[in-house]
């Protein structure tokens, strides 16, 4: 089945630097790869997600870059602010799963002032 | 416009109990997925559901049941429980079920959890 590598497990940033969290996935045929922001005690939620017939797409401060040859997708936050401060989770689909996701492990992330 | 809703927000049960955790999904969204996220780790599928049918199954022993109602909203069920099952459950509401193989998977919107403590 889909294995989802994240790293790394923690990052510690300052405030308006910029934070980049990498993924690796085992599954060719995955094409589907979201990224979701938890905050302690709330839900994970969608901040930004890519297919696999693009390279990159951007979101104001938020990219996401693939590189399906290597199976590796990252998520790139720009001009980081507090209010960025928490765990981010990289996801795929693997083959055959409907709207199936295998997650990575998490990066929490600390933006410091 | 109204979320993903769970209910209850927090559960205490002993070992060998039973549970049942509920979900109603986006307005307009058919399919529900059922996510185990343990402390720590990223969510783990348990169950997909569209139209009232099962579409996926995780790596979860058959204590674990779920079923969709006709208004989609969805129940999971959990027999028998054990300390491992205290986690975090998901539940993922999308527009429509995804395809298998080499399709594609429809954007999913979480829902706020329901935290289970098995003492």
């Known amino acids: 089945g889909e294995n989802v590598e994240q790293h790394p497990s923690t990052l510690s940033v300052q405030e308006g630097d910029s934070a980049v969290i990498k993924c690796t996935y085992s599954?060719?045929?995955?094409?589907?790869f979201p990224w979701y922001k938890q905050e302690l005690g709330k839900r994970p939620q969608l901040i930004i997600d890519?297919?696999?017939?693009?390279g990159e797409k951007k979101d104001q401060r938020i990219a996401v870059t693939l590189n399906k040859t290597a199976k590796h997708f990252s998520l790139h936050i720009t001009e980081t602010q507090p209010e960025d401060s928490a765990v981010y989770f990289c996801a795929a689909n693997p083959t055959g799963g409907g709207n199936k996701l295998t997650f990575g492990t998490g990066t929490q992330l600390k933006v410091e002032l | 416009d109204a979320g993903v809703t769970q209910s209850p927000t927090h559960l205490i049960k002993t070992r060998g109990q039973q549970v049942t955790l509920r979900c109603s999904p986006i307005s307009g969204h058919k399919s529900v997925s059922w996510y185990q996220q343990v402390l720590g780790q990223g969510p783990q599928f348990i169950f997909q559901y569209y139209e009232k049918e099962e579409r996926g199954r995780g790596n979860f022993p058959d204590r674990f049941s779920a079923r969709q109602f006709p208004n989609y909203s969805s129940e999971l069920n959990v027999n028998a429980l054990l300390l491992g099952d205290s986690a975090l459950y998901l539940c993922a509401s999308s527009l429509s079920p995804g395809t298998s193989g080499r399709g594609s998977t429809d954007t999913q919107y979480f829902g706020p959890g329901t935290r289970l403590t098995v003492l």
């Open positions: 599954d060719s045929a995955s094409n589907y």
């Open positions: 890519i297919r696999s017939n693009v």
